[in-house]
C-alpha cells in the first residue's frame, strides 16, 4: 500500500463473453465523462495531484521553457518569387504563417491574434499554385475538428469561410484559384450516431459558393473508416485521388486526366486498388510520371512511367531499393546542364541526401548536411529551378532551414531558428543490442560526460511506421543538463527500417515492440548506464499503450513510468475517438484471432492486485478526440486499487487541449510536470 489516500472508485461485476473468454471492466462506468461519479472521481484525482510534492517542477519549468525561446522556423512553400513558411519568435506561443515577396514580409495567419486565449492553432495551409490565394484551417481547445478558410493574400482579407468538417483535409487547387478539390466530412445527420469522426468524401469546391452545393466527386460506397488523398498536377492536367482504409500501410490510386473528362466529373483511371503498399504520384516537368512506391521495395523505390500508362506493368525503376537505407523523399532540380533528383534517405534514422542524374537515376554525389540528425521536407520550386530548401534538427541544434545550390554544389545557412539560447553540451551515441527474439534494434543514447549508473529516461513508440528521428527537445536538453541519461529506442513497428521493421511490430506481431523495449532496458542496465532503481519509461499515444504495457509485463524492470494520452483498454479501444481507424494496426476485438492478440496484452486488463507496480504518472486531455482520456481513467483506478508498493499512482487531467498542437506554455508545464515527476522518483537530484 502507498502512503497516499487515493479517491474511491466502486468496482462493479462486469464481465463480457468474448470468443469463450470471460472479460473483466470493472471501471467502465468511468467510461461515461458526464456522470456525476466519474466527475466527482476525477475533480478528487485533480486534487490529489496538485496536492503532490514535486520538488523540481520549477526548476525543470524555467530551464525548458528557456531552451524552448529558442523558437523555429519552417521551409518554404514557394509560388513564383512570393514564398509561405512558418516562424515562431521566443516570445511567441504559436508558430506564425508569413508570406514573403518584393514588398517584404507580412504575418498572414497568427493564432494568437484570431484568439488571445491560445487555444486556436493553425492545423495546415495550401496556397494556391499562383500564391494569390490561401487556404487554411484552424481549430479551437485540440479539437482538431479544421474549420476552413479562404483568404486573399494581396489583403488579407478572408473571403471565405469557415467550412466545417475538414478534419485532416488536403486541398487540391485548380490553376487561377478558384476552384479546389478536398474532403469533407458528411454531417452527423447523414450518418448512424457515433460516426460522425468517419465518412468522408471528395468534393469539388468552387470559391464563393455554398459548401453545401459542393460537387461530390468520390467516396460514395466506400469504407467509412477511409482517409482520402487528393492533389492537382501544377499545370492542372492531372488528378489524383488516392484512399487507404484508417491508418493502414497501403492505399488504392487513381488517376484523371482533366482535359479529357469535367472536373465535376473526372474520369478516373485505377493506378492500383487492393493492393498492399503504399503508393504516390508526382506529375513532371519533363512530361514523366514518377512513382514513389513500397510496392516490392518495403525500404521505398522511385519509378518512371508515362502518365498516359500509371499502372504497375509499365512502372520502371530509376532509384532503386537501398538495402540499407530508407527512402523518404525526393526533389527534381531541373534548371541545370543535366537535371537532378535529389533524394532523402534515412540509415538508422539518421537523414542523408544524394544526388541522382534525373534521367537514369545513377548515384552523382551528396547534399552537404549539417550533422547527424533530421531533414525535413525536400522543397523546390513548383516551376524548376537550380535551388532546394530543407529542414535540419538534431539532439542540439533548433529547427533551422537550409539552402542547397545545384549550380554550386553549397549548402548553406537559410534561416536559422530566431532565439538564441544556451544549449548544454551533451554527447549522442548510437548503440545496438539484441531484443528477445535476436533482433538487432537500434537506441540513441543522450548524456553528458560522466560514468557510473545515472538516472535514466528511456523512450519509445513503435508503430504506425513513425521513426524516431534525432530532433530538439527541451524537455530531453533539460533531463539530460540534470544529469540524466535519456534513451530513445527505435523499436520495431515504427519506420527507421523501413515498412517490414513496422509489420514485425503490428498486428500479431505487437508483442515484438514490447519486448524490444525490454530488451532496451536490459541493455542499459548491463552495461551500467542505469539501474532498475533508477530507470523511468515515456511514451505518448500509441507510445503510451508501450508503456501502459511495459509496466503490467516488467513492473520489477521500472521505478517510474510516463504514459500519456493512452490506448490501454485494448478490448473496447474502437469504441471511442478515432479508434476505428486503427484496427488495421492492432487488430479488433471482433475477430476471435484478433481479440487474442489484444486480449495477451492489453493493459488494462492485465492489472493484478498485490503487484509491486513502479510510480506512474498519467497525463491526459479533455478535448482529445484521437484517443480519449478514459484509457487512463479506468487504468488510473485499476492501478490505485492494485498497487502494493509504496510507489504513487497519480491522473494529470488538463482542459481546453487535445493529442496534437498547443500554447508553448502549456507544453512547458506539462514538461515540466513529467520531468519532475521522472527525477522523484529515478533519483534524480
Same mark, same amino acid.
Given at each position: ?15 463480457? !463473453?468474448? @470468443? /469463450? ?38 526548476? #525543470? ?60 492553432? +493553425?492545423?495546415?495551409? %495550401? ?70 469522426? #468517419? ?5 469539388? @469546391? ?61 474520369? +478516373?483511371?485505377?493506378? %492500383? ?5 503504399? &503508393?504516390?504520384?508526382?506529375? /513532371? ?49 531541373? !534548371? ?9 534517405? &534515412? ?10 542524374? +534525373? ?167 548491463? &552495461? ?24 503490467? %509485463? ?14 490501454? !483498454? ?16 492492432? /487488430? ?16 488494462? @486488463? ?10 506512474? +504518472?498519467? &497525463? ?7 484517443? @480519449? ?10 492501478? %490505485? ?31 515540466? !510536470? ?12
Amino acid at each position: 500500500m502507498t502512503g497516499l489516500s487515493y479517491p474511491p472508485a466502486r468496482r462493479d461485476d462486469i464481465v463480457d !463473453d468474448l @470468443h /469463450g473468454t470471460p472479460v473483466p471492466d470493472p471501471y467502465r462506468w468511468l467510461e461515461d465523462a458526464d456522470d456525476p461519479a466519474t466527475k466527482e472521481w476525477l475533480d478528487a484525482q485533480d486534487d490529489l495531484f496538485k496536492s503532490t510534492e514535486l520538488p523540481d517542477r520549477e526548476r #525543470f519549468r524555467e530551464r525548458v521553457a528557456a531552451l524552448l525561446r529558442s523558437g523555429s522556423v519552417g521551409p518554404p512553400a514557394w509560388r513564383g518569387e512570393r514564398r509561405f513558411f512558418m516562424r515562431r519568435t521566443p516570445d511567441q506561443e504559436h508558430a506564425v504563417l508569413y508570406v514573403a515577396d518584393g514588398q517584404g514580409e507580412r504575418a498572414l495567419i497568427d493564432p494568437m491574434a484570431l484568439d488571445p486565449s491560445g487555444l486556436t492553432t +493553425l492545423d495546415s495551409y %495550401q496556397p494556391d499554385k499562383e500564391g494569390a490565394r490561401l487556404a487554411y484551417q484552424i481549430s479551437v481547445g485540440g479539437d482538431e475538428e479544421s474549420r476552413l478558410h479562404v483568404l486573399d493574400v494581396e489583403t488579407g482579407e478572408v473571403i471565405e469561410g469557415p467550412i466545417d468538417r475538414c478534419r485532416y483535409s488536403p486541398i487540391a487547387w485548380l490553376p487561377g484559384g478558384e476552384a479546389f478539390y478536398y474532403v469533407r466530412k458528411l454531417a452527423p445527420s447523414e450518418v448512424p450516431e457515433g460516426e460522425e469522426q #468517419f465518412h468522408r468524401r471528395v468534393y469539388l @469546391h468552387r470559391v464563393g459558393t455554398s459548401p453545401d452545393g459542393d460537387v461530390l466527386i468520390f467516396g460514395e460506397g466506400l469504407e467509412k473508416t477511409n482517409y482520402y488523398g487528393v492533389s492537382v498536377s501544377r499545370d492542372g492536367r492531372w488528378l489524383t485521388v488516392s484512399a487507404a482504409q484508417g491508418t493502414a500501410p497501403r492505399n488504392d490510386l487513381w488517376v484523371a486526366d482533366l482535359t479529357a473528362s469535367p472536373l465535376e466529373a473526372p474520369a +478516373l483511371v485505377t493506378v %492500383q486498388e487492393g493492393v498492399d503498399a503504399q &503508393t504516390g504520384l508526382h506529375f /513532371g516537368r519533363d512530361g514523366r510520371l514518377y512513382v514513389f512506391t513500397d510496392r516490392d521495395a518495403p525500404r521505398a523505390r522511385i519509378c518512371v512511367t508515362s502518365p498516359e500508362t500509371p499502372t504497375y506493368e509499365h512502372w520502371r525503376d530509376l532509384i532503386p531499393e537501398d538495402s540499407e537505407a530508407v527512402l523518404s523523399d525526393f526533389a527534381i532540380l531541373d !534548371d541545370l546542364d543535366e537535371p537532378v533528383m535529389l533524394v532523402g534517405w &534515412t540509415r538508422h534514422a539518421v537523414s542523408e541526401i544524394a544526388i541522382h542524374t +534525373l534521367e537514369t537515376g545513377v548515384r552523382i554525389g551528396e547534399v552537404p548536411t549539417p550533422g547527424l540528425g533530421s531533414i525535413g521536407g525536400i522543397a523546390e520550386r513548383p516551376e524548376g529551378g537550380h535551388e532546394a530548401w530543407f529542414s535540419y534538427t538534431d539532439n542540439t541544434t533548433p529547427p533551422s532551414v537550409y539552402r542547397f545550390d545545384a549550380r554550386t554544389g553549397e549548402t548553406s545557412l537559410w534561416a536559422a531558428s530566431p532565439g538564441a539560447v544556451e544549449v548544454p553540451t551533451v554527447n549522442t551515441e548510437q548503440v545496438v543490442y539484441r531484443s528477445k527474439d535476436g533482433t538487432e534494434v537500434h537506441m540513441l543514447v543522450i548524456s553528458r560526460e560522466g560514468s557510473g549508473p545515472r538516472p535514466t529516461i528511456l523512450y519509445g513508440y513503435g508503430g504506425f511506421g513513425i521513426p524516431m528521428t534525432p530532433g530538439y527537445s527541451g524537455s530531453i536538453l533539460a533531463w539530460v543538463e540534470a544529469g540524466g541519461v535519456y534513451a530513445i529506442a527505435q523499436l520495431r513497428g515504427g519506420g527507421e527500417q523501413g515498412e517490414q521493421w513496422h509489420r514485425d511490430g503490428m498486428l500479431g506481431n505487437k508483442q515484438n515492440v514490447y519486448d524490444d523495449l525490454h530488451a532496451a532496458a536490459e541493455h542499459l542496465i548491463a &552495461t551500467g548506464v542505469t539501474t532498475p532503481e533508477q530507470l523511468g519509461i515515456s511514451g505518448g499515444s500509441n507510445g503510451g499503450l508501450l508503456v501502459g504495457a511495459a509496466l503490467t %509485463q516488467r513492473p520489477e524492470l521500472y521505478a517510474a513510468v510516463v504514459c500519456s494520452a493512452p490506448l490501454l !483498454d485494448m478490448i473496447r479501444y474502437e469504441k471511442f475517438g478515432l479508434g476505428e481507424t486503427w484496427n488495421v494496426e492492432y /487488430g479488433s476485438a471482433s475477430v476471435p484471432e484478433e481479440f487474442g492478440w489484444l486480449w495477451s496484452y492489453s493493459p488494462y @486488463h492485465h492489472v493484478r492486485e498485490g503487484v509491486s507496480y513502479p510510480a506512474t +504518472l498519467f &497525463t491526459v486531455f479533455a478535448s482529445d478526440t484521437r484517443v @480519449h482520456p478514459l484509457h487512463a481513467w479506468k487504468m488510473t483506478a485499476a492501478l %490505485q486499487h492494485a498497487q502494493a508498493a509504496d510507489r504513487p499512482i497519480l491522473l494529470r487531467n488538463e482542459a481546453e487541449v487535445g493529442h496534437g498542437a498547443r500554447a508553448v506554455s502549456r507544453s512547458v508545464d506539462l514538461a515540466a !510536470d513529467q520531468l519532475a515527476f521522472l527525477a522523484r522518483h529515478t533519483g534524480l537530484a
